[in-house]
């Protein structure tokens, strides 16, 4: 079937955009421009912006959310459907026997830096933000990436075994950082939802007295080899963290083998790595993880390999999943955003689905402002809104099923980041005012929710 729509410049989301119907029950964007070509909608604990309650239309009719350069922020509209028309507008074609790929979600990562600058807020704006990201009446996310003790995103170094040689992990525990912020501030968000929400969990870097160079940051691997007891070691502190959280009834989607092991090759790397290759990621899966996940109280979670930019696919990919051994406990491949424009979507994330389509695809980081000539926050950029959606609608293309963005809420600088590694965030807090403002790239994820 053929249809024909009214052409849109911009990020619209159609329901099956002539005349077009505005639907009630909506909030306004409260604007503030900033000087980089859009603008923030401001929010505060009384008053935010909202799509409102829809219904879906009548048959032969559709509904639209548009969001523009000039500040329409998921303006709705409906319309008549053409069928078979030869006018001008958009034209969509659709073919219903064909299908894709089921999509997983979309969803950011509560980071140390996220935990802070919500926290920041008064209780009622806080609940304000989080109901924008995680309820119905806001953009639904779905995935919440929880990183591992700390991150370059953190105010502090720390894991949760820093106790030299504890290879029981008897002194294994959660940080301050846990049990003060980011779990009470996902059991709110898991109360937002409607769903249970899709946790995963990353770590940036083992104990530095499990690593070679015997720090968290720089060039650094686990000591000794895969089935050595480092490697089990380095096993067990998942599971101890799987248990640790499940005390505070928070479960687990998936987990990820570390956040970019490539890091962990680069002499002098300035944050948080843990430095794999992909054969000793794949042993390691095969003797260690996979192994004591089966074995323990949650072999449900899911393994996803990789957790890095696409540009080592599909070598990554033939290392680890060639191997039986391996491959028998995985389920996915997690990507990065980062120098996507360096190397195609199709020859890396299409061959890799086409040589391995039993394992999906999850992107599982992604963040504007952190090239540069481009660094840190700017409050209205439209450019980086389409940046994000073209991203995403590339990778829907090329069967990931879902895109996870990296921080929800930053400050106005872009952190706190211990390592000063600031970059933007569709949420930008401004603790002073007790308001917050949503992006443009927060509409650009609520496009696809």
Known sequence: MVVSLPSAVLLALVFLTTQ?????????????????????????????????????????QYLSYLSSRAGSRLEAGQGRVQVNSTGAGLRLTIVPYQKYQKIRGFGGAMTDAAAINIMSLSAGTQDQLLRQYFSTEGIGYSVVRVPMASCDFSTRLYTYADTDGDYNLDNFTLAPEDIQMKIPLLQRAQAFSPHPLSLLASAWSAPAWMKTNGAL??????????????????????????????????????????????????????????????????????????????ASSYPHIHILILDDNRLLLPHWAKVVLNDVHAGKYIHG?????????????????????????????????????????DRGVKLGSWNRAEQYAHDILQDLNH??????????????????????????????????RDV?????TFYSMAHFR
């Open 20 to 60: 077009v119907t505005l639907c009630t029950g909506s909030n306004k964007c409260v604007a503030r421009d900033f000087g980089h070509g859009s603008v923030v909608c401001e929010c505060n604990s009384s008053y935010c912006d909202s799509m409102g309650s829809f219904t879906l239309p009548p048959l032969g």
């Open 217 to 294: 940051i720089g060039k650094g691997s686990l000591k000794g080899q895969p089935g050595g007891k480092d490697y089990k070691t380095w096993a067990h502190y998942y599971i101890r963290f799987f248990e640790e959280y499940a005390k505070y009834n928070l479960t687990f989607w998936a987990l990820t083998t570390g956040n970019e092991p490539s890091a962990g090759q680069m002499t002098n790397y300035s944050f948080q790595a843990l430095g794999f290759t992909p054969e000793e990621q794949r042993d390691w899966v095969a003797l260690d993880l996979g192994p004591a996940l089966h």
């Open 333 to 373: 491949v997690a990507v990065h955003w980062y120098m996507d424009s360096l190397v195609p979507a199709e020859i890396s994330l299409g061959v890799t689905h086409h040589l391995y389509p039993e394992y999906y695809l999850f992107g599982t980081e992604a963040c504007a402002g952190w090239r540069p000539l």
């Open 399 to 432: 069967y990931v099923v879902g895109w996870t963005d990296w921080n929800l809420a930053l400050d106005r600088t872009g952190g706190p980041n211990w390592v000063k590694n600031f970059v933007d965030s569709p949420v930008i807090v401004d603790a002073q």
């Open 436 to 440: 917050f403002y949503k992006q443009p």
